[in-house]
């Protein structure tokens, strides 16, 4: 850990060219800032925890994906493409995505100087960001460089990390994993200093997905941590308690911090923090602040010696869907009002605060229920946790496969029926071969000169070996979008051979 930070408050990061975002070349300066065990917000909270009977953490998930279809085949964001196309299908939604993306700098101001104390987490994809800076769109940047750098601010808001081009990790080659968190990291300091940076704790995975392949799990909270960050955000049904049980067996432990524990092929274990966000149909829970109303039900219970509030966690996307567009501005107004005329023990919370708060009351990671990747149990009670090898769990995932039916290794994420694999080799197939090719070509020369990080040449293809790997090129289906995502392999492999 390097003890000082930069000086500089981070706008000087950019790309090597004015039509590259800022995602890499100060790697370096970026671990001096994130590299630090120091209270966040709970020096600045104005919660007694003694007072809180129960808690609410939302957040707001916004992404639009990078697309070759600007003119002559720039890259340009979809929120561009659909403001040039509103004719076409739900497109004229783009004026109100906009402002989806920029109200939380009108409503947390509006509230605070009214008296209330709101709170609410906020996760922006790399590619959504850099759209910003691209267009460019000042009126959407000023209001969010409000909300990430005014101290008077900085209580209610709390910005999550996660992947630069909304990639899922368990479909994400691992050698990338730790390339896709840094490069958001890069593009967030660029637009908002290194002093907001250092505030980042928490991480929105893309699509709630979290892998439940031993060794991938294990390098993503390896990244995760080297990276600096705490606590992820993790979907209920997308983890287990040890003995394979889900978390429904006894409902209060989810609503505590749990201790996210993965283990690799090679017996090594590592562990973090995770945040349980609930089942549900996420926007209408959120636009709804259904969170503060179960937290109503709610009470304290114990964590180790200590009595706690517990916290209700939820996310959805923030500007998609009508629910999200129409009811959550005054449903998130209303709850906060609410909690101001009623008093009744129940608060906002963001999840470092919560986090910090229960630890300054004596909360440790060992008081923590502990979870696993939902089915790793099954590998683990096949083979033993003594006898843990890269032969024998190569071994028992064939065999739990070919035994059963409801045993795979795509993992978990907020929808289940949905795959981020099958039927997508067109895709996932170059993404493996263009990662492949990145690494060829740069691994061996980064480790011999950092500093080539910061040139054109690497920028161009680590931006194109991140773009293929965007989800939405599997979400939306076979057809234009997997077109898209030929078409941007193409011209990195150009930047790879």
Not at 234 to 242: M, T
Not at 274 to 280: F, N, S, V
């Amino acid at each position: 850990m390097i003890a000082t930070a930069p000086s500089s408050n981070g706008y000087h990061i950019n790309g090597t060219r004015p039509d590259l975002p800022p995602i890499s070349g100060w790697e370096a300066e970026i671990a001096s800032v994130v590299q630090h065990d120091d209270l966040i917000f709970a020096p600045h909270s104005n919660i007694n925890l003694a007072n809180v009977k129960s808690g609410f953490a939302c957040a707001l998930h916004m992404h639009q994906p990078t697309i070759p279809a600007g003119h002559n085949g720039a890259l340009i964001s979809n929120l561009q493409h659909m403001f040039d196309n509103q004719h076409i299908g739900d497109n004229h939604n783009a004026p109100t995505f906009a402002w989806c993306y920029k109200r939380i700098g009108e409503f947390v101001p509006d509230l605070v100087n009214n008296g209330c104390n709101p709170r609410i987490m906020l996760d922006y994809s790399g590619n959504l960001l850099w759209d910003f800076q691209q267009t460019p769109r000042n009126d959407i940047l000023e209001p969010l460089k409000r909300m990430a750098c005014d101290p008077q601010y900085q209580p209610y808001v709390e910005w999550l990390g996660t992947m630069w081009s909304h990639a899922v990790a368990p479909s994400t080659p691992i050698p990338d994993l730790k390339l896709q968190i840094q490069a958001w990291q890069h593009q967030f300091a660029a637009l908002f200093g290194y002093d907001a940076l250092r505030r980042v704790k928490g991480f929105s995975p893309p699509e709630m997905h979290l892998p439940n392949n031993p060794d991938t799990l294990y390098e993503y909270i390896k990244a995760l941590k080297e990276c600096g960050y705490r606590w992820l955000l993790v979907q209920e049904d997308s983890v287990e308690r040890l003995n394979g049980d889900d978390l429904h067996k006894n409902g209060d432990d989810k609503y505590v911090p749990n201790r996210l524990v993965a283990r690799n092929s090679k017996g090594e274990t590592i562990s973090i923090t995770a945040l349980i966000k609930t089942q549900g149909s996420d926007t209408k829970l959120v636009a709804q602040m259904q969170p503060y109303h179960e937290a109503k039900a709610r009470g304290r219970q114990k964590l180790g010696n200590v009595e706690v509030p517990s916290c209700v966690s939820q996310i959805a996307d923030g500007e998609n869907g009508g629910v999200m567009m129409n009811e959550f501005p005054d449903g998130f107004r209303n709850a906060f009002y609410g909690i101001k005329d009623n008093n009744e023990g129940v608060v906002g919370l963001n999840g470092t605060e919560y986090i910090e708060l229960l630890q300054q009351a004596g909360v440790t990671e060992d008081d923590y229920p502990v979870c696993q990747a939902v089915g790793q149990h099954k590998i683990w009670n096949k083979i033993g946790t003594d006898k843990v090898t890269p032969e024998a769990v190569a071994k028992a995932i064939e065999e739990l496969k070919a035994t059963d039916d409801r045993f795979h290794m795509d993992g978990a994420s907020w929808t289940n029926d949905l795959s981020w694999v099958e039927g997508y080799e067109n895709v996932l197939e170059p993404m493996n071969q263009l990662s492949a090719d990145f690494h060829g070509k740069f691994d061996s020369r980064v480790q011999q000169d950092p500093n080539v990080t910061r040139t054109t040449e690497y920028q161009e293809a680590l931006l194109y070996t991140m773009l293929v790997e965007t989800s939405c090129f599997r979400y939306w289906g076979q057809g234009t979008w997997t077109d898209f995502a030929r078409e941007l392999y193409d011209r990195g492999e150009r930047f790879v051979k």
